[in-house]
């Protein structure tokens, strides 16, 4: 996405409530919000259809670990569907 955090919040503040047709971003305006200390993510390493690779799921572990080691909550979930969610034409 970015090199840095403030490489970002620049981005955002640039494109972020631009009006008009051309635009693929909604029109709401940038706001400065003041995030908690601690935070909740939700991580999961299996959408039950696709196998991630090795070198994925590492990298969703040890985001994981990184987060939790600073003191931020981490929640695996399972993602909900799967195969279920494709005409059965996909499957034959």
């Known amino acids: 996405m ?3 955090v403030e490489d970002l919040r ?3 503040r640039l494109v972020f409530g631009i009006q008009g047709n ?3 971003i909604a029109p709401i305006p940038y ?3 003041q995030l908690p200390p601690k935070l909740r993510f939700g991580y999961y390493t299996s959408d039950n259809f696709v196998k991630a690779s090795p070198a994925c799921q590492r990298a969703v572990l040890e ?4 987060l ?3 003191g931020h909550e981490c929640i695996e979930f399972n993602v909900p569907g799967g195969e279920s969610y494709l005409p ?3 499957f034959q």
């Open 22 to 24: 051309e635009q693929s």
């Open 88 to 90: 059965p034409v996909a």
């Open 63 to 66: 985001t994981v670990e990184a």
């Open 10 to 12: 620049l981005v955002s």
């Open 2 to 4: 970015a090199r840095s």
């Open 68 to 70: 939790r080691k600073k």
């Open 31 to 33: 706001r400065q919000i």
